[in-house]
Every structure is written in C-alpha cells, then in structure tokens.
C-alpha cells in the first residue's frame, strides 16, 4: 500500500517562494503519474500539476509560469516549486497518485499567502 506525505507549507508573503515536498512509499514509485491538488476554503479541488512517469509535466493555467513540478524516483519523492505566489494561491496542496484505478491522497500541506 502506498503512502504518501507532503512537506514544506507554510505562511509566506506574495512575490514568495515555498518548495513543497510529497514522499512515498510502499511500492514502485516511478512507475506511477503522480499529481499536485490543492483546495482552498469554500472550494473544491483542483488539480495543479501532473508529471508522468516519462517526466511529461502539465499544469493549470493559473500557475503556468510560477510553479514546476518534478520528481526525484531514487528517493521516491516528488517536489512542487512555487515562485511569485499571490493570495489566491492559499490553499491546503495534496499529492495523489492512482494505483489500480484508486486514489492514493496525502494529508496534505498549508500554504498561506499573506502579507
């Protein structure tokens, strides 16, 4: 069974950057597409960025240009860098991965953008 866990949130002011972190374990991890949600108060979630397992990364429009996501498969983690971050940015991130058709969620990580 997979688990994941993310890292890195926090309270940063607008213009900021925060590295976020999601670790896995329990199976085989390069294998799999592995996601970045994030939802914030009063919404629902929303995927932000996708990498394959061939690194093909794709993101949501909003965050085109500020964030990347990448993985590093010899330590079975993947990261979401994210640069000039703005208020509506705030929002609790999650990393997801299917195995088997079933959603695999992390606990998921705060971030606050606010000055």
Request: glycine fraction near 10%; charge should be neutral.
């Amino acid at each position: 069974q997979v688990q994941l866990v993310e890292s890195g949130g926090g309270l940063v002011q607008p213009g900021g950057s925060l590295r976020l972190s999601c670790a896995a374990s329990g199976s085989i991890f390069s294998i799999y597409t592995m996601n970045w949600y994030r939802q914030a108060p009063g919404n629902g979630r929303e995927l932000v960025a996708t990498i394959s397992s061939d690194f093909t990364t794709n993101y949501v429009d909003s965050v085109k240009g500020r964030f990347t996501i990448s993985r590093d498969n010899t330590k079975n983690t993947i990261y979401l860098q994210m640069n000039s971050l703005k208020p509506e940015d705030t929002a609790v991130y999650y990393c997801n991965t299917h195995i088997n058709f079933s959603p695999i969620w992390g606990q998921g990580t705060q971030v606050t953008v606010s000055s």
